[in-house]
T-cell receptor
């Protein structure tokens, strides 16, 4: 079946450090890929998405590229801020509408 | 726009009982999906409702059932509750009428169910 594997956390970085959170997936067909973020005390919200191979999603300085050859969708940011502290979830959605989430990666950014 | 609203926010039930959770989708959305999120894990897909019918289902037993009403709101029912059903239950709505797989899901804050 479909699956999403995220790098295990928690991840602790200093402000202005570079961030990479790895995400790989297994799915039949050509899913859409998403990163969702959950800030403390808030619900899940979409951070960025990509719907086909080689697409790059971007938002709030975060980027992720849909790599079909490596079945990956790694999340990157060049300079993190304290306000980026949150739990990040990688997810896929198949053509049939079924979604699969990773277990989440907790990011803490220290000033 | 109130976004996705879920009720109740917290619930405590006894093993063997039945529970109903409710979800109102974001205005303009026609599809509701339900997820179970255990502590420290990602959301697990339970099922999706579109046009009042279950369109997709994850690996959950028949004790989990749902319903979608003409106004697109939805209910999740769980029968014969087990201790292991304790989790955060999330509802997400989206606009899926054209089967666009890239559609964004908007999540509610969830219902925290505790089974004792």
């Amino acid at each position: 079946g479909d699956s999403v594997t995220q790098m295990e956390g928690p991840v602790t970085l200093s402000e202005e450090a570079c961030l990479t959170i790895n995400c790989t997936y297994t799915a039949t067909g050509y899913p859409s890929l998403f990163w969702y973020v959950q800030y403390p005390g808030e619900g899940l919200q979409l951070l960025l998405k990509a719907t086909k191979a080689d697409d790059k999603g971007s938002n709030k300085g975060f980027e992720a590229t849909y790599r079909k050859e490596t079945t990956s969708f790694h999340l990157e940011k060049g300079s993190v801020q304290v306000s980026d502290s949150a739990v990040y979830f990688c997810a896929l959605k198949t053509n049939a509408g079924k979604s699969t989430f990773g277990d989440g990666t907790t990011l803490t950014v220290k000033p | 726009d109130a976004g996705v609203t879920q009720s109740p926010t917290h619930l405590i039930k006894t093993r063997g009982q039945q529970v109903t959770l409710r979800c109102s989708p974001k205005s303009g959305h026609d599809t509701v999906s339900w997820y179970q999120q255990a502590l420290g894990q990602g959301p697990q897909f339970i099922f999706q409702y579109y046009e009042e019918e279950e369109r997709q289902r994850g690996n959950f037993p028949d004790r989990f059932s749902g319903h979608q009403f003409p106004n697109y709101s939805s209910e999740l029912n769980v029968n014969a509750l087990l201790l292991g059903d304790s989790a955060l239950y999330l509802c997400a709505s989206s606009l899926e009428g054209d089967r666009g797989i890239g559609t964004e899901a908007f999540f509610g804050q969830g219902t925290r169910l505790t089974v004792v």
